[in-house]
Structure formats: structure tokens, C-alpha cells
């Protein structure tokens, strides 16, 4: 399936916000889009999608999934949110991104945390993270092909492309649950439930 290997290419996976290209200096909110905008253009999916919006950011913020801007201008620790909330909202709710980084906005206001140090780690699994996916996905190239083999169809490719997005979206779907489970359990730590 030749088509898979064209589409990893498009969408350039390894694509994430450098703290290089964080500038030093606030940013007001059309500044922030444009970064976002300019980064992230080859993971739409089609030429009308916005990466982010004022209405996005604005929600992020009453939703309190970053902590409260100064002076309308947003700060590096603000930049570094925003871009791990537009990778986890792929798969996650508004409600279990903010319960997923409420614990990282209270750090960071309290100055108890290396940001840049997280954020470097966070980037070093997303890169594994895209050689270990492209991998999976040749692997799932490669049971499709296999499967769509055994069947006798003139539509067969067709057929090919239903199987691998139905295995995509199933990979997909597992990753996603575990992420909600491991959601649920901060929330059991915050209640007090469990301390680690």
C-alpha cells in the first residue's frame, strides 16, 4: 500500500514545536496563532482547518487548561501548553486535558518545575514515538496486504484501504483508552484517594 508511505510523508509526524522556536519575548494571542499556523500547516488534513483560533485559545483558557495570561500576551510556559494541548485534544477530552495538565499549571505558577526540561522530554518520546509509529504502520501494511491476499474480490483494493483504517483507527483507539485510564487515576490522586 503505497499510499501509506506518501501520507507519512505529507503529514511529517516528527513535527513539534522546538523550544528553539519559542521565542524568548511574550506573544499577543495573533502572534501565538501564526507560530502555531506556520509550524503546524502539514498536519491538517485539508486547507480550510485552523491549528488554533482565538476561540480555541480562549476556551483553553476559561477551561483552565493554562494557567491565566498577564497583560494579553502570552509567555514561552503559556507557548509550551498550547502545544501539548494540540497534540493530546487528537484523543483527548477538553476535560481530561485539563485534569491531565492541572498538576503541571500549578507547578509552573509556583516556578517548582523545569519546564524546558519536561518539554525536552516530552519531545524526545514524541521522535521515538513517530519511528516506533512508522514501523507499526508498515507492520499494519504488511497484515493488510496479508489478509486481502486470502480474500478472492475484484474491489480488493478497496478492501485494503477499509482494513487499514479500520486496524489504524482500532491502534489508535487502544492507545486512546489506556490514555483515559491513566486520566482517571490523577483524578483518583487528587481526591485523595491515592497519594504517589
Known amino acids: 500500500m503505497e499510499k501509506v508511505k506518501e501520507i507519512l510523508e505529507q503529514l511529517k509526524l516528527e513535527t513539534n514545536l522546538s523550544l528553539d522556536e519559542i ?7 495573533d502572534q501565538v496563532i501564526q507560530l502555531f499556523e506556520n509550524k503546524f500547516a502539514n498536519s491538517k488534513r485539508n486547507e480550510e482547518e485552523k491549528v488554533l483560533t482565538k476561540t480555541m485559545i480562549n476556551n483553553y483558557a476559561k477551561g483552565k ?3 491565566p495570561i498577564k497583560n494579553k500576551k502570552y509567555s514561552k510556559e503559556h507557548l509550551i501548553l498550547i ?4 497534540q493530546l485534544k ?5 476535560n481530561d486535558i485539563q485534569v491531565t495538565l492541572e498538576g503541571l499549571n500549578k507547578r509552573i505558577i509556583k516556578e ?8 525536552n522530554s516530552y519531545l524526545a518520546l514524541a521522535q521515538k514515538n513517530v ?7 508498515n507492520e499494519r501494511v504488511k497484515d493488510v496486504n496479508e489478509e486481502v491476499a486470502k480474500m478472492e474480490d475484484r474491489n480488493a483494493d478497496y478492501l485494503e484501504q477499509v482494513l ?3 486496524s489504524l483507527v482500532h491502534m489508535s483507539n487502544l492507545y486512546r483508552k489506556v490514555a483515559e485510564k491513566l486520566v482517571d ?4 490522586d487528587k481526591e485523595g484517594k491515592r497519594h504517589r
Open 65 to 67: 487548561l493554562i494557567f
Open 90 to 94: 487528537g484523543a483527548l477530552s477538553i
Open 164 to 166: 487499514m483504517i479500520s
Open 112 to 119: 517548582d518545575i523545569e519546564v524546558d526540561s519536561f518539554y
Open 23 to 29: 521565542p524568548n519575548i511574550d506573544l499577543y494571542m
Open 185 to 188: 487515576e490523577i483524578v483518583v
Open 83 to 86: 502545544s501539548l494541548i494540540y
Open 131 to 137: 519511528a516506533d509509529s512508522t514501523i507499526d504502520i
